[in-house]
């Protein structure tokens, strides 16, 4: 198993899922896994080719990343950090993991790393490196109330509380969004991003972030497990 694993979820691109598996791998010589979630009522499924693809049933976001963590902290030989990648990230930056790995390695306890995405810079998460450590505290990867939207806010939101996140504005993973005229508004982003969607993350997310953030900061610093 590898130090990191890069947890990628997909839908109807395989195309696009190869490239980043590419970009991985170019950028961080080949020690670092990408494994893709692929739904197994997908069209394309059987045309997505790498060399570690779990298919299962159709699931959302935080969900497929959510069982792909537990899967792999709770195996044999479990990585010591895992990373949240979309099919439409390209990391640039040489090295981009161990950049990432030292800033979290550089806090007081486990945490969070995030670069730039040319798109959202600083202002949010969107590709992010977690240590397993923190992963297992607080018992999930993605905030289990949403399901695509303000995952990656909540990662901001609990990273910035527990003082446990840090930005490396000089490690560049770009986002080929549709909303940074990078990419073209296929049926997933459709569905991903509709308005409905939009709107019922939001209020999980609210809900979390007044409810249960403070119980989730306290997890992370205490140092107990609440994994199953």
């Known amino acids: 198993m590898a130090d990191l694993v890069v947890i990628t979820p997909s839908r109807g691109r395989p195309r696009q899922f190869a490239e980043l598996t590419a970009a991985v791998r170019d950028t961080t010589d080949g020690r670092v896994e990408v494994l893709g979630l692929v739904d197994d009522d997908d069209p394309t499924r059987r045309d997505y080719m790498p060399r570690w693809v779990w298919t299962g049933p159709r699931r959302s976001l935080s969900g497929w990343t959510n069982i792909a963590a537990q899967t792999l902290l709770n195996g044999d030989a479990a990585p010591r950090y895992l990373a949240s990648l979309g099919d439409d990230h390209r990391p640039k ?20 790393a995030y670069g730039n995405d040319l798109y959202q810079g600083p202002a949010l998460p969107t590709a992010w490196v977690a240590s397993a450590d923190a992963v297992r505290r607080i018992g999930w990867m993605m905030l289990p109330a949403c399901e695509h939207m303000y995952v990656d806010t909540a990662i901001l939101t609990l990273g910035s509380a527990a003082g446990r996140i840090t930005y490396r504005s000089d490690v560049v993973i770009e986002h080929l969004h ?39 900061v306290e997890k992370l610093r205490s140092g107990v497990s609440e994994w199953p």
């Open 178 to 216: 549709p909303f940074a005229g990078k990419a073209d508004m296929d049926q997933s982003y459709r569905e991903s991003n509709a308005a409905e969607r939009y709107a019922a993350d939001k209020t999980a997310f609210e809900r979390w972030r007044d409810t249960q953030l403070a119980a989730d």
């Open 93 to 112: 930056t040489k090295d981009w993991d161990l950049k990432l790995i030292a800033a979290i390695e550089a806090m007081d306890g486990p945490g969070f």
